[in-house]
C-alpha cells in the first residue's frame, strides 16, 4: 500500500514484538490458525464521503485530507496525461460514488462522519480490456480478472482536520458498508460501470505440509537469540540494539557507542548528534562520521538475518495459493514468469550500458531463486496479531523490482528496503532459456597466525553454500614470531586436504586485508569479466564499512566484475570453546600441548604441526594487538565460536542482566596511523 496507508510491517518491523510472539504467529501460520485475508496489487486510495457536498471524497496524502478530499474533478485533474492510471482511479473513483448512492443519509453519516471524516482504506484494481487500446487498464505486477474497488479489512481511520490525528474509526461504521454491500453492487450494476465490489477477500492459509519449514524457522530464530544474548521476552528493538552496538567498528568509548545507537534507532531520549560530537577528538570524530554516514546500511544490516527468516518462510507458507481475485492461477504464475523472463533478457542485453541495473536485478534474483519459487499470484497474506497489522510476503517484492526497473527505466526504479541474501544458478527453468550463473567467488582475508579450527570450520561452511563457486583465503604477509605466512599457508594447506576441494589458500601481495580485497577485485587475473567477488560478512556484524567502494574500485580498474556481501552465521564450537590464534600463540610459547591440539580441525594431524611449529628457540613476545587481528577478516571476527566481537559486552536489554559461561575478552586499545 502507498501513499496515507504507508507501509505494512513485516513481523520484524515492529520493534515492540518479542521474539517469543514471532515464533507464536509462525506457529499458527504454520498450523493455519491465523484468520488472513488477501493483499492486493492495485491502485491504494482512501475513499469517504460528504454529505454536505453530496460528493465522494478521495486522498492520496495527508494534505488531501487536510483539504478535506479530493472530489471526482480534482482527482482527475490529480492524475490527468497518465493513460490507464487516470482512467483506472477516475473509474474507480466514481464507481465508489455511484454505489455510495444507494445509501440514506444516516447511512451515509454513520458510514462517514458528518462530513467525509472517516475513511477507508480501498484498492482499484483494473486489468483494462484486452484488444481494446482505450482501455489499456493500470497493471502493476499481477493481473486481476475483473474491474474491482476493494475496501480492506484493515487500515481505515477517523480523521481530525483540525489537529491532522488519526484515530480508529466508530464502533458499527464498516459494519454499515458490510450491510448494504448487496444493495451498492445493484445500484452500481444500474449504471455503466464496469467495476465490482469488494469488500473481504479471506484466504483460509493450509497448514504446511513439510514440518520442517517450521522446524527450520524456529531453530534459526533460537540461533539469532543465543547468538545476541537474548531470549523469547526480547523485542526486535532489543535486538537491533545488540547488533548494532556489538557490530559497530570503533574505538569509541562504548557509552558513546550506545548513544550512537540510540541516535540511529531514533529511540526515546536519545541525546542528538550534537551532543555526541561534543569533546570527541579529531579520530574519534571521523569514526563517527564514518558510523553515521553507513546509517542506512547498518540499519538494514542489522535487522537481515530476521528478514531472511521471515522471507524463507513466507515463500513456504503461500506456495501454490490461490488468489480471491483470479479464477486461473497457474495461467498467471506462468504470465508472472514470462515477464519476468523477458525483463531479464532484456536487462542482460543492456547490461553493458547499465552494469548498475545488472547489479540491482541481480541482487533480487538472488532473492527469488529460482522460476520455481514463483508460484503464486498472491501479493501477501494479512493478518492482526494483538492488534497490530502484519504481512507474510513471499517473492512478490523481488519480482515487483525486477519489473518495475524493467518498465519505467535502468535504476529508475527505487530498490526495496528489504536486504539480500545471494544464491547462484537464479533462473533454472529450460523453457525459459534463461540461466544466470557466473564463477561467484568468496575471499577470506586474515592474518591466520595460525589458522585455527574456528577458521577452518568457517571456510568450509562458506565453501558449501549454494551461491559460492570458490573460496580464496588471503592469508597477511606479516610474519608473528611463533608463525611465520609461509608457516600459516602449510598449516592451512594440510587443514583443506580433508576440506572442501573448492577452497584454496595463497599468501597476500599486502598486509592490510582491505588493501589485498582491492586490488584482488581489481586484478583481470584473479577476477574476469562476468565473475563475482563475494566478500563474506558475519551475521553478528553490522559495522564492518571497509570494503563499501570495492565495487567502485573494480569498475574504474576491472570493469565487469561484480562485488556483493554474503552473510554467514558464525559456526558454533563444540562445549563453547572460543578459539583463538591469539591463544595458539600462546600455547607455543608457554609449551601447552594440550590447548594448541584442541584448536587444531580433529582431521588434521595436530600433533605433527606442534612438533614443526614447537622446532625453534623460544620466542619473544608479540609486539602486536592481537585483539586486533581477530577483527581483521571480512567476517568481523565471528568465526569459531565468537558469540560477539572482541572487545563487544552483552546488551541486556529492559535491564534485565544475564550470565554468560563465556570469557570476557579485552581489546587493548590500537595506536592510531599518523
Given at each position: 500500500m502507498g501513499g496515507v496507508a504507508g507501509h505494512m510491517d513485516?513481523?520484524?518491523?515492529?520493534?515492540?514484538?518479542?521474539?517469543?510472539?514471532?515464533?507464536?504467529?509462525?506457529?499458527?501460520?504454520?498450523?493455519?490458525?491465523?484468520?488472513?485475508?488477501?493483499?492486493?496489487?492495485?491502485?491504494?486510495?482512501?475513499?469517504?464521503?460528504?454529505?454536505?457536498?453530496?460528493?465522494?471524497?478521495?486522498?492520496?496524502?495527508?494534505?488531501?485530507?487536510?483539504?478535506?478530499?479530493?472530489?471526482?474533478?480534482?482527482?482527475?485533474?490529480?492524475?490527468?496525461?497518465?493513460?490507464?492510471?487516470?482512467?483506472?482511479?477516475?473509474?474507480?473513483?466514481?464507481?465508489?460514488?455511484?454505489?455510495?448512492?444507494?445509501?440514506?443519509?444516516?447511512?451515509?453519516?454513520?458510514?462517514?462522519?458528518?462530513?467525509?471524516?472517516?475513511?477507508?482504506?480501498?484498492?482499484?484494481?483494473?486489468?483494462?480490456?484486452?484488444?481494446?487500446?482505450?482501455?489499456?487498464?493500470?497493471?502493476?505486477?499481477?493481473?486481476?480478472?475483473?474491474?474491482?474497488?476493494?475496501?480492506?479489512?484493515?487500515g481505515h481511520f477517523a480523521f481530525d482536520k483540525d489537529t491532522g490525528e488519526k484515530n480508529p474509526i466508530p464502533d458499527g461504521a464498516l459494519e454499515?458498508?458490510?450491510?448494504?454491500?448487496?444493495?451498492?453492487?445493484?445500484?452500481?450494476?444500474?449504471?455503466?460501470?464496469?467495476?465490482?465490489?469488494?469488500?473481504?477477500?479471506?484466504?483460509?492459509?493450509?497448514?504446511?505440509?513439510?514440518e520442517e519449514v517450521l522446524s527450520r524457522s524456529i531453530a534459526a530464530l533460537n540461533r539469532q537469540m543465543a547468538d545476541n544474548n537474548l531470549n523469547d521476552d526480547s523485542t526486535m528493538e532489543d535486538y537491533m540494539f545488540t547488533r548494532l552496538l556489538n557490530g559497530m567498528d570503533t574505538e569509541l568509548p562504548e557509552n558513546i557507542r550506545r548513544e550512537i545507537v540510540r541516535y540511529l534507532m531514533k529511540l526515546p531520549g536519545n541525546i542528538g548528534l550534537r551532543a555526541i560530537k561534543k569533546g570527541l577528538s579529531k579520530e574519534d570524530l571521523a569514526d563517527l562520521n564514518n558510523v553515521i554516514a553507513s546509517k542506512k546500511s547498518l540499519l538494514l544490516q542489522a535487522i537481515e538475518p530476521?528478514?531472511?527468516?521471515?522471507?524463507?518462510?513466507?515463500?513456504?507458507?503461500?506456495?501454490?495459493?490461490?488468489?480471491?481475485?483470479?479464477?486461473?492461477?497457474?495461467?498467471?504464475?506462468?504470465?508472472?514468469?514470462?515477464?519476468?523472463?523477458?525483463?531479464?533478457?532484456?536487462i542482460t542485453a543492456r547490461g553493458a550500458e547499465d552494469p548498475a541495473a545488472?547489479?540491482?536485478?541481480?541482487?533480487?534474483?538472488?532473492?527469488?531463486?529460482?522460476?520455481?519459487?514463483?508460484?503464486?499470484p498472491v501479493e501477501a497474506v494479512v493478518f492482526d496479531y494483538n492488534g497490530h497489522t502484519y504481512k507474510f510476503s513471499g517473492n512478490f517484492a523481488p519480482l515487483n523490482q525486477i519489473l518495475g526497473m524493467f518498465k519505467y527505466g535502468m535504476g529508475t526504479k527505487p530498490m526495496t528496503n528489504e536486504s539480500i541474501q545471494p544464491r547462484k544458478n537464479i533462473l533454472t527453468e529450460d523453457e525459459d532459456n534463461i540461466k544466470v550463473e557466473n564463477k561467484r567467488v568468496a575471499l577470506f582475508p586474515g592474518k591466520f597466525k595460525p589458522p585455527h579450527r574456528g577458521h577452518f570450520d568457517y571456510v568450509n561452511q562458506i565453501a558449501k553454500r549454494p551461491d559460492v563457486d570458490e573460496v580464496i583465503i588471503l592469508i597477511s604477509p606479516v610474519d608473528y614470531p611463533e608463525v611465520s605466512n609461509q608457516q600459516a599457508l602449510k598449516i592451512w594447506e594440510t587443514y583443506l586436504q580433508n576440506g572442501e576441494p573448492n577452497i584454496t589458500a595463497k599468501i597476500a601481495d599486502y598486509r592490510s586485508p582491505v588493501q589485498a580485497v582491492y586490488e584482488f577485485v581489481a586484478d583481470p587475473e584473479s577476477a574476469k569479466e562476468g565473475d563475482t567477488v563475494l566478500l563474506v560478512k558475519s551475521s553478528k556484524d553490522?559495522?564492518?564499512?571497509?570494503?563499501?567502494?570495492?565495487?567502485?574500485?573494480?569498475?574504474?580498474?576491472?570493469?565487469?566484475?561484480?562485488?556483493?556481501?554474503?552473510?554467514?552465521?558464525?559456526?558454533?564450537?563444540?562445549?563453547?570453546?572460543?578459539?583463538?590464534?591469539?591463544?595458539?600463540?600462546?600455547?607455543?610459547?608457554?609449551?601447552?600441548?594440550?590447548?594448541?591440539?584442541?584448536?587444531?580441525p580433529p582431521s588434521a594431524d595436530a600433533d605433527a604441526l606442534w612438533s614443526t611449529l614447537t622446532k625453534k628457540e623460544e620466542s619473544l613476545d608479540s609486539l602486536?594487538?592481537?585483539?586486533?587481528?581477530?577483527?581483521?577478516?571480512?567476517?568481523?571476527?565471528?568465526?569459531?565460536?565468537?558469540?560477539?566481537?572482541?572487545?563487544?559486552?552483552?546488551?541486556?536489554?529492559?535491564?534485565?542482566?544475564?550470565?554468560?559461561?563465556?570469557?570476557?575478552?579485552?581489546?587493548?586499545?590500537?595506536?592510531?596511523?599518523?
Open positions: 513485516h513481523l520484524y518491523d515492529n520493534r515492540e514484538l518479542t521474539f517469543g510472539e514471532m515464533k507464536e504467529i509462525i506457529r499458527a501460520a504454520a498450523n493455519a490458525e491465523l484468520s488472513t485475508e488477501e493483499k492486493v496489487d492495485g491502485q491504494n486510495l482512501f475513499l469517504s464521503y460528504s454529505v454536505p457536498e453530496g460528493k465522494a471524497k478521495g486522498a492520496r496524502n495527508k494534505g488531501n485530507l487536510k483539504s478535506g478530499g479530493l472530489d471526482a474533478v480534482g482527482l482527475a485533474k490529480k492524475f490527468a496525461g497518465r493513460g490507464g492510471l487516470e482512467k483506472a482511479f477516475v473509474n474507480g473513483f466514481d464507481a465508489f460514488e455511484k454505489a455510495v448512492e444507494s445509501l440514506s443519509d444516516r447511512e451515509k453519516i454513520r458510514a462517514f462522519g458528518p462530513d467525509a471524516n472517516i475513511w477507508y482504506n480501498a484498492e482499484i484494481m483494473d486489468p483494462g480490456t484486452a484488444g481494446d487500446p482505450d482501455d489499456p487498464g493500470s497493471v502493476n505486477v499481477i493481473k486481476y480478472d475483473d474491474k474491482t474497488l476493494k475496501i480492506h479489512g484493515v454499515v458498508i458490510d450491510d448494504a454491500l448487496e444493495r451498492m453492487q445493484r445500484q452500481l450494476s444500474k449504471s455503466e460501470s464496469k467495476y465490482k465490489l469488494a469488500r473481504k477477500a479471506i484466504i483460509n492459509l493450509q497448514r504446511l505440509e513439510d530476521l528478514e531472511n527468516i521471515v522471507h524463507d518462510f513466507a515463500v513456504e507458507l503461500l506456495k501454490g495459493l490461490d488468489s480471491v481475485f483470479i479464477a486461473d492461477t497457474s495461467a498467471e504464475v506462468m504470465r508472472l514468469k514470462e515477464e519476468l523472463a523477458n525483463a531479464v533478457r532484456e545488472m547489479e540491482v536485478m541481480q541482487r533480487h534474483l538472488n532473492k527469488i531463486k529460482d522460476f520455481s519459487q514463483i508460484t503464486t553490522v559495522g564492518d564499512t571497509r570494503f563499501n567502494r570495492a565495487q567502485q574500485y573494480a569498475d574504474k580498474n576491472n570493469p565487469g566484475v561484480t562485488v556483493d556481501d554474503i552473510v554467514e552465521d558464525p559456526v558454533q564450537s563444540e562445549g563453547g570453546i572460543i578459539y583463538s590464534a591469539r591463544d595458539m600463540r600462546k600455547a607455543i610459547n608457554d609449551g601447552d600441548r594440550e590447548t594448541f591440539l584442541s584448536y587444531v602486536i594487538d592481537d585483539a586486533i587481528e581477530e577483527m581483521s577478516t571480512v567476517a568481523g571476527g565471528a568465526v569459531g565460536g565468537y558469540s560477539l566481537p572482541l572487545g563487544a559486552k552483552p546488551v541486556y536489554p529492559k535491564g534485565n542482566k544475564r550470565k554468560s559461561n563465556k570469557p570476557k575478552v579485552n581489546r587493548g586499545k590500537r595506536q592510531r596511523r599518523r
